[in-house]
């Protein structure tokens, strides 16, 4: 998730391109750059790692001339975070330059073929590979003019996979400025005399609130004194008429929600779509197994797999844990990292050691797996969000999440895309040890493509319903989640999210506890939320449970697979999610929900949502 800036006009552009790029900053922070075309019709670039400010410090030193420039701020996703991978993107002869935010799936694939035609390539990314595209289909083309242009932009999105938004410059377009857009949001503003290109509106309050959102396999030609052009996947142009934005920039800093975390919430289904992007299927498997750097030979040896992680992210790995388990057909143990070095056992020959992080930064879980690293017994990857952190080096390969930067201190898509990245871990490790058969592997595979569209609708369609319980329930002293085997951790992370941002002490549990303790605490001031969607494994055992828990005047919320009425007389309140052929699913959807409960409660009650008292995003000190 990266911020993009493009600007058309009679204005200085860096200056302005700065500003939109420290109002999306929050969209990336590795690096950072602008470009303009100048008034003797070169193109001049100026690239920093790290924040906007190195940037604005750079730009003092050297300043940049010329009225028509894009700008990016980098969260990396194909390479380090380094100058030369920072964006813009030149080709080889520098007469093409572009931004880019996305990912493009078979970039590999088209890099080996420029390499063969003589290109020459100086950064590690997905997105060079662009911009010497263009220069070639540019150098075919005949000219500057909007067919010309046109024709050669869609050449180039002929070849490529993946989702993306682009803008690019060209030495021969002139003063001109291609958007693209393909699954990541681009939108245009229109100024007096001038015209931008942003990947969030935030950017564009300070010049404009007159915008024309781009919709996907469009492509809009911002022109000099006129107004841009939209034209869709066919090459016809497109009538699309302006609206005004009714925000101030500090509400569209969070893209018009009023948290950060529940912004983050309602980016949980792109980010597990992006982590499963170009990765989910057998034809992928080669891919998926050398960037986790694990080979079929010792996918083959394994015995036994032991995940380390802490928080939210160890709440994913005990998912994990059943999932290696029940499709890898591997035991498979999920341990807290800060407890794991003083536990006596050991890494023995034959063990996955899996870390688990959203930062990469976590203390505990780097020490944790630097113990596990004094030993070859173990293979080590890491399941990480952050590029070039810490676990990222200690660890032999990792499997990225894609899910950007995440600001809201309670994790939330973060937990989503772990769990996409623990999914398609097991099932490759499955699939090569013959544990899954290749029809249940496709079948599995396709409900997990499915599982972003059911997750939107939860987050959707259940919202209204978990308003009014929180509503309801704002003012409990205490609650109690319950869930049976996959849903046992999403008992446990729901309580978790409650406890962090609305100070209401709640527990998670293991259904089967309940009677072991637990049950003493349950009176009518006492809610339970109770994950009873209707699995073969675990429903009729939850019924049960509830039956106990409402004998002693629990009020009862409890999660539900639509269609489901015959615990309508047992709960309260009932949240349906969608019906699912695999139940080893279902900790996604449910997950949501809690997410949505603990956010609405702690907004009514007023509380800092995004920055819980006492709580830090990455704890870097054990």
């Known amino acids: 998730m990266c911020g993009i800036v493009g600007y058309l006009g009679k204005k200085q552009a860096a200056p302005l391109l700065l500003d939109g790029l420290k109002r999306l900053e929050y969209r990336g922070y590795d690096s950072a750059g602008i470009c303009v075309l100048t008034p003797q019709g070169d193109l001049d670039i100026v690239r920093v790692v790290g924040k906007i400010a190195g940037l604005e410090e750079r730009l003092r030193a050297r300043p940049l001339e010329g009225s028509v420039a894009l700008g990016h701020s980098r969260w990396a996703t194909h390479g380090r975070p380094s100058e030369e991978n920072a964006h813009p993107h030149t080709d080889c002869k520098g007469g093409v330059v572009l931004v880019h935010n996305g990912i493009i799936e078979n970039y590999q694939e088209l890099k080996e073929g420029l390499l063969k035609r003589k290109h020459k390539f100086r950064s590690e990314t997905d997105t060079e590979v662009l911009a010497h595209l263009f220069e070639e289909e540019i150098s075919r083309g005949n000219g500057a003019s909007e067919t010309a242009v046109v024709s050669s932009v869609r050449r180039v999105l002929k070849q490529l996979r993946g989702a993306y938004s682009l803008v690019v410059m060209s030495k021969k377009w002139g003063r001109q400025i291609i958007g693209i857009r393909k699954d990541c949001p681009l939108v245009v503003g229109l100024g007096a005399g001038e015209s931008l290109l942003a990947s969030d509106i935030p950017a564009l309050l300070p010049f404009t609130k007159n915008v024309v959102f781009i919709e996907d396999n469009e492509i809009v030609l911002l022109r000099e004194g006129r107004r841009p052009v939209i034209f869709n996947g066919s090459g016809k142009a497109v009538n699309r008429p302006s609206q005004e934005v009714p925000w101030d920039p500090l509400m569209a800093e969070k893209g018009g929600y009023k948290h950060f975390m529940h912004k983050e919430i309602f980016e949980g289904p792109r980010s597990f779509e992006d982590t499963l992007r170009a990765r989910s299927y057998e034809e992928n498997l080669e891919a998926l197994l050398a960037e986790a750097a694990i080979r079929r030979q010792e996918i083959m040896r394994l015995r036994r797999v032991t995940i380390l992680a802490c928080g939210t992210a160890y709440h994913a790995g005990m998912i994990g844990e059943y999932l290696f388990e029940q499709w890898a057909k591997l035991p498979a143990r999920a341990e807290i990292a800060s407890e794991f070095r003083y536990a006596s056992r050991s890494i023995e020959p034959g063990t996955l050691t899996v870390a688990i992080s959203q930062s990469g930064e976590t203390a505990d879980t780097i020490a944790a797996m630097k113990l596990c690293r004094k030993t070859s017994a173990s293979v080590t990857m890491g399941i990480v969000n952050q590029i070039g952190s810490t676990l990222t080096r200690q660890t032999r390969g990792t499997l990225y999440t894609r899910c950007g930067p995440e600001i809201g201190v309670a994790s939330t898509k973060a937990f989503v895309a772990q769990l996409a990245a623990l999914y398609l871990l097991v099932l490759g490790i499955a699939r090569v040890r013959g544990a899954i058969a290749p029809v249940q592997f496709k079948e599995i595979t396709r409900e997990l493509c499915e599982i972003p569209n059911k997750l939107r609708w939860v987050l959707q369609e259940t919202e209204p319903r978990v308003m009014a319980l929180a ?74 449970n509830m039956e106990e828990a409402r004998a002693r005047g629990a009020r009862i919320i409890a999660v539900v697979t639509k269609g489901d009425r015959s615990l309508d007389k047992i709960a309260h309140q009932t949240i349906v999610t969608p019906v699912l052929k695999h139940e080893e699913f279902e900790p996604v959807l449910a997950a949501a929900v809690t997410q949505l409960f603990a956010y609405h409660v702690a907004r009514l009650k007023g509380l800092d949502v995004d920055q819980p008292r006492n709580l830090a995003k990455s704890v870097t000190v054990e």
């Open 471 to 544: 509503q309801e329930f704002q003012q409990a002293k205490g609650f109690l989640y319950l869930g049976r085997h996959l849903l046992y951790p999403v008992a446990l992370e729901g309580a978790l999210k409650l406890k962090e941002i609305s100070y209401i002490h709640a527990e998670g549990y293991a259904a089967g506890e309940m009677k072991h303790g637990p049950i003493a605490l349950i009176d009518s001031e006492m809610p339970v939320f109770c994950l009873a969607p209707r699995s073969s494994l675990i429903y009729e055992k939850m019924r049960s």
